[in-house]
């Protein structure tokens, strides 16, 4: 059995930058199971399974895989695998407007014009989990709590995936992080979910910021759509946004780990009643076909 695959980076316009993602246009014939261990193979962030048999005129049926987990809805995964699938024709290569259909339901998409343009996503409904002690926040992150945003409580929102949102100074702050991962599996660990944390700092242009999720087996991401629509929430909610509405934003990640992301936040209606749009662009940089036979043996395309 052969499968072609696309590694394409997220959140930039530059190969080796951004976040990578695989991509398998047809995953026809894999099941859960084998899906999990060719992610975990390749190690990515997330590796992403386009199911022709399971898509329809209402949206391209996709599942995610972190090399420990499948996601209910992941950011970059759906950004990079709307790419492909424009790039490919399993929706037409000039379309504007269509959906994902996730484990979470329909994620729509939109794209603008251009030869390098913009891919948007529409973040599923935020729910506020609650709030986490500051001090244990700052330990956990080898930070004097002084450093963490005074009135800004330690905040767990999701949009799918449960995210620990803690608000730091500067951006050198947010680069001299030092997650300890046994603490903060400790403080989340009656979630059911796994749990990611996001750290950030304001700045002019909206924020700059990192994300772990050991739960997932990744140590830190460079870009985290799903994490984004949230933040802006949150930014809003605590008046942190660059701008008096907040309708427009960047978040810059993944810079210490030298993917430097940009993901874009567009705002609409009051504090996001109308919906939050997260996009980015995507660069493809490999195609690559994978065998199941006696094993798995990868040759590059």
């Known amino acids: 059995m052969e499968f072609a695959y696309h590694v394409v980076d997220v959140f930039t316009s530059t190969p080796f930058e951004g976040n990578a993602l695989a991509v398998f246009p047809d995953a026809s014939g894999l099941d859960g199971g084998t899906m999990q261990r060719i992610a975990r193979e390749l190690n990515l962030s997330e590796t992403t399974f386009i199911l022709p048999d399971e898509s329809t005129e209402d949206g391209v049926r996709v599942r995610i895989f972190t090399p420990a987990y499948e996601m209910d809805f992941a950011g970059h995964p759906t950004i990079g695998t709307a790419y492909v699938a424009r790039q490919l024709g399993i929706v037409p290569k000039d379309a504007t407007a269509f959906a994902l259909r996730e484990n979470i339901g329909s994620v729509p998409v939109r794209v ?164 939050i749009e997260v996009g980015g662009h995507v660069v493809h940089v490999a195609t690559a076909t994978l065998y199941l036979d006696r094993g798995l043996r990868f040759v590059s395309g």
């Open 112 to 275: 603008d014009a251009g030869d390098d343009p913009l891919i948007w996503l529409t973040t599923p409904h935020i729910e506020a989990l609650g709030e986490y002690p500051k001090a244990r926040c700052a330990s956990m992150l080898s930070l004097d709590e002084g450093r963490l945003i005074a009135g800004v409580p330690c905040g767990m929102l999701s949009a799918g995936n449960p995210i620990l949102y803690v608000a730091v100074d500067t951006p050198a702050t947010v680069d001299g992080v030092r997650l300890d991962a046994n603490a903060f599996l400790e403080l989340v660990r009656e979630r059911r979910a796994p749990t990611c944390l996001f750290v950030f700092a304001p700045t002019d242009a909206g924020a700059y910021s990192r994300m772990f999720a050991p739960q997932h087996g990744i140590v830190e991401d460079p870009a985290t759509g799903s994490a984004t629509g949230p933040l802006a929430a949150f930014m809003m909610k605590y008046g942190l946004a660059p701008s008096a509405d907040g309708t427009t934003f960047v978040s810059e990640q993944g810079v210490k780990m030298g993917r430097r992301s940009l993901l874009h936040v567009s705002v609409h209606g009051a504090m996001g009643a109308e919906g």
